[in-house]
């Protein structure tokens, strides 16, 4: 038998996905199924709505949400 928040918790992961690095390929974060992204490199004249830091690489990795 499960505890509440167990179930709520996952409730929530059944609807997400993991997104990778596209240096290294190891998992930097969750997103929902239906959540549209685009990788770019975070310069002057580009700016991205997230910036992310992989853990593994060090690469900062910048993030745009399409819809």
């Known amino acids: 038998m499960r505890r ?3 179930e709520q918790r ?3 992961k059944t ?3 993991p997104v990778h690095c596209p ?3 190891k998992r930097v974060m ?3 199924i239906d959540t549209k992204m685009q ?3 975070p310069v002057k004249s580009r ?3 997230f910036i992310i830091k992989c853990r593994h690489c060090g690469a ?3 993030v745009i949400k399409t819809e």
């Open 47 to 49: 700016y991205p709505d």
């Open 60 to 62: 900062d990795i910048g």
């Open 15 to 17: 609807g997400m996905r």
């Open 4 to 6: 509440k928040k167990e």
């Open 30 to 32: 969750d997103a929902g």
């Open 39 to 41: 990788f770019i490199a």
């Open 10 to 12: 996952h409730e929530i």
């Open 23 to 25: 240096k290294c390929g």
